[in-house]
């Protein structure tokens, strides 16, 4: 016993050495590929901006201030609420969050549906939602503003059914980017799903039903409480880079839809951009990400501690 746990004990130690020079490949992508350029951008936002485009190493906090106030045509008046670009980030929001609700309501039941196939079948579903990733992001949206335009299939196929007599003005409108989002990220929500109710013990549901709960009472007071951490992984999933998109409002929405992605893209585009500003508008992005990120982890800390 005593030469096992030695043995154990040597081979503990080894293990806390390895990883350790394991881990070190990780954090130094991290911190070159995340924390680096982050620090940097946080630098600039604070940093004024340089007639020609650029910057001008004199700190201030002009994009910040751009951001939230409107001190008139020169600058020189009292500050009054900016509601142009909280506007533009407010209408971020609430598309990021119908993409999640959309993708919600459609993707549950579609890995629901998976989840329940038999065993030999459910990678050919999991490729089959999967497919259209192997196509650039770029290339997807192009392709549903063909789907979309006046000409296009759609307006097409409701025309000749005879549901509509002209053609739909759907691009460069808020459903245009709606769908965009949507389509975009769907399968962010049906994997994290179906992963959660692979695992789930339909012996649950069975229970259930001999105790004469109605499928709604077993879906709402049974499954979904067992799959939520996988429903809660695919909201954040879809969430966050619905929130930051810029391609489906710029292919698909045009300039009166901009959202707060398509803001930052621009002030870093040619020498006209304000890069102190963009680097100002994507902090307070991150900050509301990593916001909503803090409270899911402490609503997880708090339901492990109950559980426990």
């Not at 081979?11 to 070159?32: H, I, N, S």
Request: charged share 15%; aromatic share 14%.
């Amino acid at each position: 016993m005593a030469g096992g746990t030695a043995s154990g004990g040597t081979q503990g130690d080894t293990y806390k050495e390895a990883r350790t020079w394991l881990l070190m490949p990780a954090w130094v992508t991290l911190v070159v590929l995340v924390l680096l350029p982050v620090s940097l951008m946080l630098v600039y936002s604070f940093l004024t901006k340089e007639f020609r485009g650029g910057v001008i190493w004199e700190f201030s906090f002009a994009a910040y201030d751009q951001f939230f106030c409107d001190r008139g045509l020169f600058g020189d008046e009292p500050c009054t609420i900016e509601w142009t670009y909280i506007t533009i980030f407010w209408r971020s929001i609430w598309q990021a969050g119908l993409a999640t609700i959309l993708s919600l309501l459609i993707g549950f039941p579609t890995a629901y549906f998976i989840a329940t196939r038999p065993a030999n079948v459910r990678p050919l579903w999991v490729f089959l939602i999967t497919i259209p990733y192997w196509v650039n992001l770029l290339i997807r949206t192009v392709s549903m503003r063909f789907m979309l335009r006046e000409e296009g299939p759609i307006n097409n196929t409701l025309m000749w059914s005879g549901l509509i007599d002209s053609p739909l003005q759907m691009i460069n409108t808020n459903f245009a980017v709606q769908i965009g989002l949507f389509y975009s990220y769907l399968p962010f929500m049906v994997l994290p799903i179906y992963a959660a109710v692979e695992r789930y013990n339909f012996s649950l549901s069975e229970a259930a039903s001999d105790l004469y709960a109605s499928k709604w009472t077993t879906l709402r007071r049974i499954i979904l409480p067992s799959v939520k951490p996988g429903v809660i992984a695919g909201c954040i999933l879809v969430f966050v880079p619905s929130l930051g998109a810029f391609l489906a409002p710029d292919l698909l929405g045009g300039a009166k839809n901009f959202m707060i992605g398509s803001l930052i893209e621009e002030q870093f585009k040619g020498n006209a951009g304000n890069w102190p500003f963009g680097a100002a508008a994507s902090m307070i992005l991150l900050t509301l990400v990593l916001l909503i990120l803090l409270f899911y982890a402490r609503q997880q800390a708090r339901a492990n501690r109950g559980s426990g």
